[in-house]
């Protein structure tokens, strides 16, 4: 069974940036996709990014697109979010899960999250000034 545990949120101001941690372990063989989300409190649960490493490809949502990117360290059984440019909105948990072996489809929104597993406790990134 794949185990997922996310790290690295904080708080941050405004402008500044933050780095998460996606760490790996169990089944994780082969090429997947591994993809980020984060919920705020009253909304729904948003796809931030995605990346495969069956073909290298990324997959960003159009708020983030320019300020996060989704490092990979295959030695580490990690992928990371690189947050850049924060702004109050991206203050959320964040999340990370294991989709099938591209991103073709995230961020499988319901009825498709069973395509996600492995779902970590997630963790809290606050945005403040």
């Known amino acids: 069974q794949v185990q997922l545990v996310e790290s690295g949120g904080g708080l941050v101001q405004p402008g500044g940036s933050l780095r998460l941690s996606c760490a790996q372990s169990?089944?994780?063989?082969?090429?997947?996709?591994t993809g980020w989300f984060r919920q705020a409190p009253g909304k729904e649960r948003e796809g931030v990014s995605c990346?495969?490493?069956?073909?290298?490809?990324?997959v960003y949502a159009d708020f983030v697109q320019g300020r996060f990117t989704i490092p990979v360290d295959n030695g580490k059984n990690t992928v990371y979010l690189q947050m850049n440019s924060l702004k109050y909105e991206d203050a959320a948990v964040y999340y990370c899960?294991?989709?099938?072996?591209?991103?073709?489809?995230?961020?499988?929104?319901?009825?498709?999250?069973?395509?996600?597993?492995?779902w970590g406790q997630g963790t809290q990134v606050t945005v403040s000034s």
């Open positions: 169990g089944f994780i063989s082969g090429h997947y996709a």
């Open positions: 899960a294991r989709g099938p072996y591209y991103c073709t489809g995230f961020p499988w929104t319901p009825p498709y999250t069973f395509a996600l597993r492995g």
């Open positions: 990346i495969s490493t069956a073909d290298g490809s990324t």
